[in-house]
Nanobody, 122 residues
C-alpha cells in the first residue's frame, strides 16, 4: 500500500503560482505512476496530469497544459504540481493519486491523498 499526503495549497490571486507537493510512504515509490486530479464543489473529480514511474513521461489535460507542470523526486518519494498563471476557475480541492501505470481515468488509481484546497481569487 501507499500513503499519500498533499501539501502546498492555499489562497492565491489570479495570475499567481502555487507548488503542490505529495509525499508518499509505504510501498516502493518507483513502482507507481502518479497523477494529480481536482474537484470543485458540485462537480466531478477531473484529471490534470500524470507522470511515469521514472519521471520520463508526462501527460496533461488540455485545460492545464502549458500552465501546470508535474514532476517527481524519486529520492524524496515526492510528486509535485507546479501551477502558474492561476485562474479563479482553478479553485478546487487537489488530489494526488498512485497507479500502476499512467492513466487519465481515476478508476485506474489505487491510492489517493486526502486533498489540499486551492483557492484563486479574482
Amino acid at each position: 500500500q501507499v500513503q499519500l499526503v498533499e501539501s502546498g495549497g492555499g489562497l492565491v490571486q489570479a495570475g499567481g503560482s502555487l507548488r503542490l507537493s505529495c509525499a508518499a510512504s509505504g510501498d516502493t515509490f518507483t513502482n507507481y505512476a502518479l497523477g494529480w486530479f481536482r474537484q470543485a464543489p458540485g462537480t466531478e473529480r477531473k484529471f490534470l496530469a500524470t507522470i511515469s514511474q521514472s519521471g520520463g513521461g508526462t501527460y496533461y489535460a488540455d485545460s492545464v497544459n502549458g500552465r501546470f507542470t508535474i514532476a517527481r523526486d524519486n529520492d524524496e518519494n515526492t510528486v509535485f504540481l507546479q501551477m502558474n498563471s492561476l485562474k479563479p476557475e482553478d479553485t478546487a480541492v487537489y488530489y494526488c493519486a498512485a497507479s500502476k501505470g499512467m492513466a487519465t481515468n481515476d478508476d485506474w488509481y489505487d491510492y489517493w491523498g486526502q486533498g489540499t484546497q486551492v483557492t484563486v481569487s479574482s
